[in-house]
């Protein structure tokens, strides 16, 4: 709960005990009086159970930096390719940030790392993200959207629903492009699309595949 719901809350609680004593210290006053400390009271008590029903806030988590590890499912190359951002208030141009390389006509198996690199050591979001997957979707948009490459989601979080840190991209023609890829932050209200939640951190990478 929140610093400002306790304040609520114990307000609530001093407003009780204020009115019960009124009531049995001036016992002997007008109905009146009465009807109106009761008003009270009921309105008191409606307020107190709002703060046991106050919903728990969605934090976004703390990002830096995106890494792409590829692997050619053919000679079994692996590579990685970065974007590293300490400034996430767009339009600021990312800290650094890696052309994707990849040959046509070949797949790759995909994995995403997440770093908060701020920290000192660094902390490997990752970890925090899958066990978190329920209320996460890595979403990749590409351009062009077609041509160029296509991304198959090969991991689901408890309710079947994809989650997007380990992947299959397979490529088509040679040619150049952009790909974003946005963490999108959806607690309580994922259903599998880009469209709910906001974004805990999205990564613009150049893409070339010759």
């Known amino acids: 709960m929140s610093h400002a ?28 009086i009465f009807t109106i400390i009761f008003s009270i009271l009921l309105g008191s008590i409606a307020l107190l159970n709002s703060c046991k029903n106050e919903p728990v806030q969605s934090t976004n988590e703390a990002i830096t930096t995106l890494k792409v590890i590829t692997q050619n499912l053919t000679t079994n190359k692996i590579d990685t390719f970065e974007y590293v951002n300490f400034n996430e208030t767009r339009p ?76 299959t991209w397979t490529t088509t023609d040679s040619t150049n492009g952009w790909l974003r890829m946005i963490l999108r932050h959806q607690q309580g209200i994922k259903n599998g699309t880009e469209t709910p939640g906001n974004n805990d951190f999205e990564a613009d990478f150049p893409v070339s595949v010759r």
């Open 5 to 32: 719901a306790q304040f609520k809350c114990w307000h609530v609680h001093i407003s009780f005990i204020f009115i019960f004593t009124f009531m049995t210290s001036y016992s002997y006053m007008k109905v009146g």
């Open 92 to 167: 600021n141009p990312p800290s650094y940030v890696d052309t994707i390389r990849l040959q046509p006509q070949t797949s790759y198996a995909i994995q995403v790392l997440l770093l908060n690199e701020a920290l000192n050591p660094l902390h490997n979001m990752t970890d925090t993200i899958i066990s978190r997957a329920d209320n996460h979707l890595m979403v990749y948009n590409l351009d062009p959207a077609t041509g160029m490459i296509s991304v198959k989601i090969q991991d689901k979080d408890s309710k079947g629903l994809p989650l997007g840190l380990f992947s």
